[in-house]
């Protein structure tokens, strides 16, 4: 009996999963294609800062991050635990940091994906790297072909299931670029233009601040926009600010800016104490200090945390109750996100409406959808990779039916 193929398109996270839970049918030869010369190059970057697999908080609480059910499903049937132990299978020990995220004890992504290639290769997966799926896909009978642009020229594949696994828009020289999304939206396949997810903000920062302050970090601050308070710190950069807490509210804040053009958070420089306690301490007498030295003396405000009120609410310098209050409530002006090619992540893709429950497009049976190119957005922490890796074993597993679905009809 003639194997059936199936061709995965993309090599990252979310198409390497798919095709190892592929691998596992007998009766089915499964090809991996990427454009890029080797697979997985957003994964290896992943791990450059530590590669933060997943988290640790309490199942409920880690899939309401995504704030879309049909996410949640996804990683119900591939938790946390259940990367962990996919993981250890491989060799890779995992570990809890401190503030629950959960990262490989080495900490690079470069012992798994060479341990799961090798795993992948044993298993049969054939894969052809530098073959960029150039957007054509048409269906023969039960059998899709698919083209690709190769350093030998145009080649085409034929399968019974082709799973699309493209990324994202962000770091295009990784490999995802974002190019499909036409193609899918010819084929008359709803997509949601993808915009900048976990990314830095545009500010307009004066000459003499940004020349003062640009790499600094900004330490212990709350920022509260909305339903959004959290402390932590982020860094100031040339064009404006980056870095976890600012990433953490990056959803809202974009949403604000695409909505009014702008979006103004909160800072609060003293998050230890009142706003009485910061007037209190500002009101003691100051001689002849400056207003600097007295917010260093009075608060252990200084540096960049000065310079930020400085650009914010000059006026307040003048008054001891107006500087309590900018301390504790100093305006934030964003003024666009920075562009998606510098984000972690893409928000909008292929909408969720566009599959069934097995990430298979309604509109082309056989044809499925996974990771980042789908419409879902979640914070960094570990979210991203877990719902990656989640849909591209439902996508396999739906595969599997599909196939055994469609050998019963045509015997
Ligand atoms: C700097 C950085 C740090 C990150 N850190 C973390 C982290 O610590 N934890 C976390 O959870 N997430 C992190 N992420 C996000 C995470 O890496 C991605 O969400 C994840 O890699 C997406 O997986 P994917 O398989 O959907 O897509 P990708 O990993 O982007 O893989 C898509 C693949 O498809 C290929 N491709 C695209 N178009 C074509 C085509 N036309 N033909 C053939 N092949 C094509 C690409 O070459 C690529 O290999 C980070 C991202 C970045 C940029």
Known sequence: MNKATALVIGGGPSGLMAAEV?????????????????????????????LNLTHSEALDQFVARYGNGEVARWVYDFSPNALREWAQRLGVKTFVGTSGKIFPVEMKASPLLRAWLKRLDAAGVAVRARYRWNGKLSRRENQWEVEFETPDGIQSAQGEVVILALGGG???????????????????????????????????????????????????????FGDFARRGEFVITKNGAEGNLIYAASAPLRDEIERAGKATATLDLA????????????????????????????????????????????????????????????????????????????????????????????????????????????PTGGYLLTACFASGRRAGFGAQKYLTRISHSSS
């Open 271 to 378: 998050p230890d104490w009142t706003e009485a306690q910061v007037l209190a301490r500002l009101s003691a007498p100051r001689g002849s200090r400056s207003t600097a030295k007295h917010l260093e003396k009075t608060l252990g405000l200084k540096g960049v945390k000065v310079g930020l009120l400085r650009e914010f609410a000059p006026e307040s310098f003048a008054d001891a109750a107006r500087l309590a209050a900018a301390v504790k409530r100093l305006p934030f002006l964003l003024n666009a996100p920075r562009p998606l090619d510098e984000a972690i992540s893409s928000a909008g893709g292929v909408s969720l409406d566009e599959l069934d429950e097995n990430l298979m497009l309604k509109k082309m049976a056989g044809v499925f959808c996974v990771g980042e190119m789908l419409n879902w957005e979640a």
């Open 22 to 50: 592929l691998s596992q049918s007998p009766d089915l030869q499964v090809n991996v294609y990427d454009a890029m010369p080797s697979l997985g190059r957003k994964f290896l970057m992943a791990g450059k800062s530590g």
């Open 170 to 224: 962000s770091w295009r020289k990784l490999g995802s670029d974002g190019a499909w999304t036409s193609w899918l939206e010819k084929a008359d396949v709803k997509v949601e233009a993808l915009r900048p997810a976990n990314c830095g903000f545009d500010v307009s920062w004066s000459d003499f601040f940004k020349e003062k302050f640009e790499g600094q970090p900004v330490k212990s601050v709350v920022l509260s």
